[in-house]
């Protein structure tokens, strides 16, 4: 009652298990090997606070807290950890631990161990249920304790998971992004921690020649931390996932391994000299990892980067995850030499690439300023205000955020290493200290460390019917995306050139300063518009929520909406406030002047007919005919748009493209800031795929071209849905082009 096993969960499970334990039963029950263990339930955390009745004291330190006082806050902080560890667990929901870890601790194999068997080492971590918000991933959450043995110990490690809910980072997040904190529970996870004979890294696409054909299997006795680490070469196996064999082996000396002693602690060993230069795990190991790892890129539908294990000649599955970079064309990395330095910190991959550079440390925007060309910038995490000193920095590192957070998609459209998720860096490194971010492997070492340069290669360009563009947000980095040999550009959103101007738009036109708008605007735009002329640069009128640019001149004046996100914000907003609009087209009709044809505009959020007549009118005063002059578009991401498009083709339009950001939220009423509901976030739900086709068969119709600006754009499985409905062109992330590329022309021959 008080825990659930792994079998008994799934991805649906983190009401009740967090997102590592509904991620965990997932796996399990998808049938892989996965280590034994169960969640002290979500629930169960709260019967404990009501029934031990320390709920409303809780509540009472946090009532009032000013989130900007830190020493108030960190003294609250401290006082409810202090309660939550020092208050018993009720007897009946200890006992209920405790006997499962006495199951878990159980040698399955002889049912007389069943009970009393010699106490196995757990993991125990927490799993909040508002897990990775994208927007405010709940720092201090992610504790994890290893090598935890004996009951008693377990329990207390339950009870610092639950207290980890309340560390003052934690609680400040969530009163900033508007959380409950009575509604936000955490789950603990306690998995048994498997002793790895050997283990390694198991890719299901090559990474050196993103060969999708064959699985890459790494391999090194002990515990796989000194693979991730780099400190020893290990075994490389390459399996051919159709015929199954094993095509190339190779085999590197491994003279020590990282294994645990009896004490729980990890301690390096001499591998014994007949053992190093052996193959660290037999043939038939490797041809059952390969299984193993093709089963789960099909359930996944994406390439994985697995961690593995062995113990006693079992098979283990740690963890898997989507491999980032898949990317044919990739400029080949510049690959660390061997070295002894010290690794201070490891995160996600947003953006690979190795550099280093002096720290500096941004808590607030009053920071920024201290960055300069070649540093480190090291932050909690990014907001859209931080771009500037981003495009200053040598590489980027976060303590937050994933893969889709706003630090990972700037940086990987500048092409700058960045580490996110990393937990400590702003407490552990320190202003002015020399690092090296070695982003590939996501990994931070101490002080500078030498590397070498790998001579760029470039593969070949392949030819698609269907165009491949790309969205752009920096027009700094308009080479760079054009460097790509995309279509054009199927997105320019305004507003990352607008946060690099510091004023709302709303506060030029009070100030009656639309000039300079228009003049900034100018200025971003036909910076794309030339590195990628004459190729069709499409242009977003301004979709500002008014909760996302409070911090620029004037935003302070925006309005405080129950849900910015269906609020007054894109088309809407701009025919309240026409002036605007007038000033954005304005920018574009001088640049037509000035020779850059290829820019065309489009309309966010569209749900009347009318909204388009009106632009169409107030863009026809300025002396610019939409549609003749201009490319004229609208965004299809409202199910509205969608049941009217035949009208709206009707009215004329050159183009529509599909916002599935926005279209998947609306269509699945699912907030696309909400990580709680993230797993349910999916743009292949069979309504908006429904949408989308019948789109484009109105569109076809209408001779009304098609294409796709929302980040699904990026997902292989929609370019190939898109390719075979018929699209015109599908915008991607500049580090997506290539993938995307390859996947049309796949789907092209199949079509
Ligand atoms: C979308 O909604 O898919 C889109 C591209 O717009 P944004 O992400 O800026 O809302
Ligand atoms: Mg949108």
């Known amino acids: 009652m008080y825990v659930k096993w792994f079998k008994d969960l799934n991805k649906d499970s983190i009401a009740v298990a967090g997102g590592k334990g509904s991620n965990l039963g997932e796996m399990f029950n998808l049938g892989l090997p996965v280590p034994e263990g169960f969640a002290v339930t979500a629930q169960t955390y ?145 998995q048994r921690m498997v002793n790895s004979d050997q283990s390694g890294i198991m890719f299901t696409v090559n990474p050196a020649t993103n060969d999708d054909s064959q699985t890459v299997i790494e391999a090194i006795y002990g515990l796989g931390e000194m693979i991730v680490g780099g400190q020893i070469s290990p075994d490389l196996y390459i399996v051919d996932k159709k015929t199954k064999d094993i095509i190339h082996v190779e085999i590197k000396k491994k003279e020590r391994g990282l294994f645990r002693n009896e004490a729980g602690r990890n301690e390096e060993q001499d591998i014994p000299r007949e053992m190093q230069e052996r193959q660290v795990v037999p043939d038939s190991d490797i041809k059952e990892l390969a299984r193993l790892g093709k089963k789960i890129e099909e359930h996944y539908g994406r390439p994985q980067d697995i961690e593995w294990a062995v113990e006693k000649g079992r098979i283990y599955i740690v963890q898997t995850r989507a491999v980032t970079t898949f990317n044919k064309n990739h400029e080949k990395e510049k690959e660390l030499q061997e070295t002894d330095a010290k690794i201070v910190l490891r995160g996600e991959t947003a953006c690979r690439g190795i550099i280093s550079g002096p720290v500096r440390i941004v808590l607030s925007m009053d920071d920024l300023s201290k960055v300069q060309k070649g540093d480190i910038l090291v932050a909690t995490m990014t907001t859209p205000d931080y771009v500037p000193a981003m495009q200053r920095a040598a590489a980027i590192v976060t303590d937050e955020g994933g893969m889709t957070a706003h630090a990972a998609i700037v940086s990987r459209e500048m092409g700058t290493p960045c580490i996110v998720g990393t937990e400590h860096a702003t407490k552990v490194l320190k202003d002015g200290q020399v690092i090296t971010v070695y982003a590939t492997k996501g990994i931070v070492y101490e002080g500078k460390v030498a590397f070498q340069e790998e001579k760029k290669e470039k593969a070949e360009k392949v030819e698609t019917q269907t165009e491949v563009k790309v969205i752009m947000d920096l027009p700094d980095f308009a080479e760079r995306a054009a460097s790509t040999g995309a279509d054009g550009v199927g997105l320019v959103r305004l507003e990352i050139i607008i946060a690099n101007g510091g004023i709302h738009p709303a506060e030029y036109i009070r100030q009656d300063k639309a000039h300079e708008y228009i003049a900034l605007l100018k200025e971003g735009i036909g910076k794309i518009a030339k590195a990628f002329f004459p190729k069709p640069v499409w242009v977003r009128c301004s979709d500002m929520r008014s909760d996302e640019y409070r911090n620029l001149k004037g935003g302070d004046k925006e309005p405080h909406e129950t849900d910015p996100m269906i609020g007054w914000h894109a088309i809407r907003r701009l025919l309240d406030e026409p002036e605007i609009l007038k000033a954005e087209f304005q920018a574009m009709k001088e640049l037509h002047d000035e020779g850059l044809t290829n820019v065309g505009v489009m309309l966010p959020f569209i749900i009347r007919v009318e909204e388009v007549q009106k632009a169409k009118k107030i863009m026809e ?131």
């Open 46 to 190: 709260k019967e404990f606070i009501e029934v031990t009745g320390i709920k409303d004291k809780i509540q009472s330190y946090l009532k009032d807290l000013d989130m900007e006082d830190t020493s108030r806050l960190q003294q609250s902080a401290a006082a409810i950890q202090k309660l939550i560890t020092s208050t018993t667990i009720p007897e009946d929901i200890a006992d209920e631990i405790k006997d499962n870890y006495e199951l878990l601790s159980a040698d399955k194999k002889t049912a007389a161990n069943l009970l009393g068997g010699q106490e196995v080492f757990v993991a125990v971590r927490s799993s909040a249920t508002a897990e990775d918000l994208p927007s405010a991933s709940f720092a201090g959450q992610q504790a994890t304790f290893l090598n935890i043995k004996g009951k008693d110990n377990v329990i207390k490690a339950v009870r610092d998971c639950w207290a980890s809910l309340f560390t003052a980072r934690a609680i400040y997040y969530r009163t900033k992004n508007q959380f409950d904190h009575s509604k936000v529970l955490i789950s603990a996870i306690i």
């Open 621 to 751: 005063e300025l002396g610019l005919k939409p549609l003749k002059d201009i490319e004229f578009g609208i965004m299809v991401e409202t199910p509205a748009s969608c049941w009217i498009i035949e009208d709206l083709c009707k009215e004329g339009i050159s183009f529509v493209s599909f916002g599935t950001n926005d279209l998947t939220q609306l269509t699945l009423g699912i907030d696309r800031n909400n990580s709680r509901i993230a797993p349910l976030f999916d743009e292949m739900h069979p309504a908006v795929l429904g949408e989308i086709a019948k789109v484009i068969s109105v569109c076809r119709k209408y001779n009304v071209t098609t294409s796709i600006c929302g980040q699904a754009g990026s997902r292989p499985e929609m370019a190939r849905f898109l390719v075979q409905q018929g699209v015109d062109s599908i915008s991607a992330n500049v580090d997506a082009v290539d993938e995307i590329r390859q996947v049309v022309a796949k789907a092209e021959k199949k079509r």
